[in-house]
């Protein structure tokens, strides 16, 4: 298959070319799911890339990464340890990376045997039970740890739900300036199908898009995440003051950013997979599944 060669690089200077510092990506390798978006963004899945390659360029590059996720309340009891203790089985082995772990009780946050040059930060948040205002905190919490501390030591952010469990090879291929990720349930559907925020009223408004992206996941260089998380925050502080609420809360307003900010790379749905979906036939392999929902330990305390 035709080979392309990918620029590492800033927004604006996303060009083929050749160069060492360049990663190879086969647009080719999956001919039935689409590969690249109208505005030439890879869309990253299962052969198209050589992990050695580009674990080699990210070495070279002395890239590092922090991983952010919030696990409040009952969701640290059910998810968190699970969490970390696959990421550390599969997520950016090979780089630098830092947890910042997010909770109202850092007294619970288990104690996870880590490899060499990983960390655990944990910060403590306040708990809110409106989604409104969970949704203000993340990104709030988030665009501060940025500013204060991440912007200091770290190249890229990934951010995750808590509620999730690595299963497979989550690497550097994932790293880019812009990040977003296909949701697993309308990568395949329709855009009338897509449940974007319909109200005019919402800052999350939106007639028609590109995809549908999940908000479970989100990177990029920090600068970058710094200024989705801070345009999501905003909008959000918006429709509080007008008395209106985004459809999906956070994720319609990460979608109405990624409308207006393309991203310069998507994760397919092997990155995120709802393994209650029967039509798999896409999906080679699943590097992070959503955990099952443990109601009986998010109901009971």
């Known amino acids: 298959s035709a080979i392309y060669l990918w620029r590492f690089g800033s927004i604006k200077s996303r060009i083929l070319t050749v160069c060492q510092h ?27 890339f050589d992990s050695i390659l580009y674990d080699q360029g990210h070495t070279d590059k002395n890239s ?59 910060v403590q948040v306040e708990k809110h039970t409106r989604w409104q205002d969970i949704s203000m905190m993340r990104m709030r919490t988030i665009s501060e740890t940025i500013e204060s501390e991440i912007r200091h030591k770290f190249h890229y952010v990934f951010c995750f739900d808590v509620d999730q469990e690595f299963k497979g090879r989550f690497g550097s291929e994932a790293l880019g300036d812009s990040v977003a990720l296909l949701h697993a349930h309308y990568y395949k559907l329709p855009k009338a199908q897509f449940t974007y925020d319909r109200n005019p009223k919402s800052k999350a408004f939106m007639e028609t ?28 502080i918006e429709d509080k003051l007008n008395n209106v609420e985004a459809l999906w809360h956070d994720e319609s307003h990460l979608n109405k950013y990624f409308w207006i900010h393309k991203p310069s790379k998507l994760l397919s749905p092997e990155y995120c997979w709802d393994q209650s979906i029967w039509d798999k036939r896409d999906i080679l392999i699943t590097r992070l599944v959503w955990a099952p929902k443990h109601y009986e330990t998010l109901r009971s305390g």
């Open 64 to 122: 590092s990464v922090a991983l952010t996720v919030f696990a409040v309340g009952r969701y640290l009891d059910a998810y968190l340890k699970t969490f970390l203790t696959s990421a550390e089985q599969h997520f950016m082995l090979g780089l630098p990376v830092t947890y910042y772990v997010f909770t109202d009780s850092p007294e619970k946050v288990p104690n996870i045997t880590l490899a060499s040059r990983r960390n655990i930060n944990i």
């Open 22 to 48: 360049f990663f190879f990506i086969s647009f080719r390798a999956r001919p039935l799911v689409q590969t690249f978006t109208s505005w030439k963004a890879p869309i990253i899945w299962e052969e198209m």
């Open 209 to 236: 898009g590109d995809f549908y992206y999940h908000a479970a996941i989100f990177g990029g260089l920090w600068q970058n995440v710094k200024h989705l998380v801070d345009a999501c925050y905003l909008g959000i």
